[in-house]
Antibody, heavy 119, light 107 residues
């Protein structure tokens, strides 16, 4: 079925940077689009960014465009989210999620990693 | 960007009740809609994709319908393990937006 496992969250000051990682296992990483979704404390889900299986197509929510960058390393079966110019409103649990093969809906999720932006 | 409006945002129901949650898109999205369930402290779980296709392993009491702009998620007989938050997501175009969520609580 496949699994994904996030890491890299933590406390960062406003204006700072952080890189999240998502290690994929149990499926052919090259064949699947991947995504980041976040959830602020007590709030709903917000899709943040996605990348297609080939890596040539990247997509972003308006709220993070120009500040966040998604990438993937096929040799390491790992997805990344590079976050710059972080703001307090970026505080959230960040989930890595795999797109279902042949679709965009998210059929496999990690447990999430917490990012806190605070001075 | 496509906006999704879920209703109700909060629902109180009893075990055995039939529950319906609606999701309305700001423009037509064909059948490119998914439903997720999320329990407290856990990652979301895919229930239904392409508006009406049940994800493998999901109980048959869950069903989805709709196309275009109006969609529904129905739980035919609410079970104790179904008390959770439910979200719709449109997959028609990026950004892949979510609805605001519906929290289903025990009456």
């Amino acid at each position: 079925e496949g699994q994904v496992l996030e890491s890299g969250g933590g406390l960062v000051q406003p204006g700072g940077s952080l890189r999240l990682s998502c290690a994929a296992s149990g499926f052919t990483f090259n064949n699947y689009a991947m995504n980041w979704v976040r959830q602020a404390p007590g709030k709903g889900l917000e899709w943040v960014s996605g990348i297609n299986s080939g890596g040539g197509g990247t997509y972003y929510a308006d709220s993070v465009k120009g500040r966040f960058s998604i990438s993937r390393d096929y040799s390491k079966n790992t997805l990344y989210l590079h976050m710059n110019s972080l703001r307090a409103e970026d505080t959230a649990v960040y989930y890595c999620a795999r797109s279902r093969f042949g679709g965009h809906d998210l059929d496999s999720w990690g447990q999430g990693t917490l990012v806190t932006v605070s001075s | 960007d496509i906006q999704l409006t879920q209703s109700p945002s909060f629902l109180s129901a009893s075990v055995g009740d039939r529950v319906t949650i609606t999701c309305r898109a700001s423009q037509g999205i064909w059948s490119y809609l998914a439903w997720y369930q999320q329990k407290p402290g856990k990652a979301p779980k895919l229930l239904i994709y392409e508006a009406s296709t049940l994800q493998s392993g999901v109980p048959s009491r869950f069903s989805g319908s709709g196309s275009g702009t109006d969609f529904t998620l129905t739980i035919s007989s609410l079970q104790p393990e179904d008390f959770a938050a439910y979200y719709c997501q449109q997959l028609d175009s990026h950004p892949l937006t979510f609805g605001g969520g519906t929290k289903v609580e025990i009456k």
